[in-house]
């Protein structure tokens, strides 16, 4: 969706002085890459598709405005153009993230019996685990390190449900 565009045409030594246009393209979790995503009727279905579209098109500025979803990550964002603000459209509930839902009906009771052994009686029959590469996730990256001064801290594993973070289950230290 075209917003302003202002042409004033060359013609035999008159300056021609051209304002490029912004730009709109919609994005949504049930859109289609195969879409153009000019307008909200025919989204296109990833962030990555939207920037990829710009590249070598000719803008002012580029609003990549995302529809109600999770936009799930494939891989890290790169953000290859400039005067690109990505936003959400008319503050609909948008969730950006690089995990990938996992349904319920994935998760199983631990069986095994030297994994049970470890954990608290009252505890055991609440405790659920998920096979990886059962939901389609093989890759694991690499956790990276953060810190200032030479404190070094390995990055958190987040986990969410139902919208909500878990909180990181920590085993006892074998040591102590």
């Not at 009771?109 to 405790?127: E, G, M």
Request: net charge neutral.
């Amino acid at each position: 969706m075209l917003t302003s565009v202002a042409f004033l045409l060359s013609c035999h030594g008159l300056l021609a002085v051209v304002t490029a246009a912004d730009v709109h393209l919609y994005v949504s979790p049930t859109g289609s890459d195969l879409n153009n995503g000019r307008d909200a009727a025919t989204p296109i279905k990833t962030i990555q598709h939207a920037i990829a579209s710009l590249i070598g098109a000719q803008y002012s500025t580029a609003y990549i405005e995302l529809l109600k979803g999770h936009h799930d990550l494939a891989a890290t964002l790169q953000i290859n153009v400039s005067n690109v603000v990505i936003r959400s459209y008319q503050r609909q509930a948008v969730y950006v993230t690089g995990g990938k839902p996992i349904e319920s009906r994935n998760f199983k009771h631990i069986t095994d019996h030297d994994v049970l052994a470890k954990l608290p009686p009252n505890a055991r029959q609440h405790i659920r685990v998920v096979h990886l590469p059962d939901v389609g996730i093989t890759n694991y990256g690499t956790i990276q390190e953060f810190g200032f001064n030479g404190l070094q801290n390995p990055a958190q594993i987040e986990v969410f449900y139902n919208g909500k973070p878990l909180h990181v289950a920590q085993w006892p230290n074998e040591a102590s």
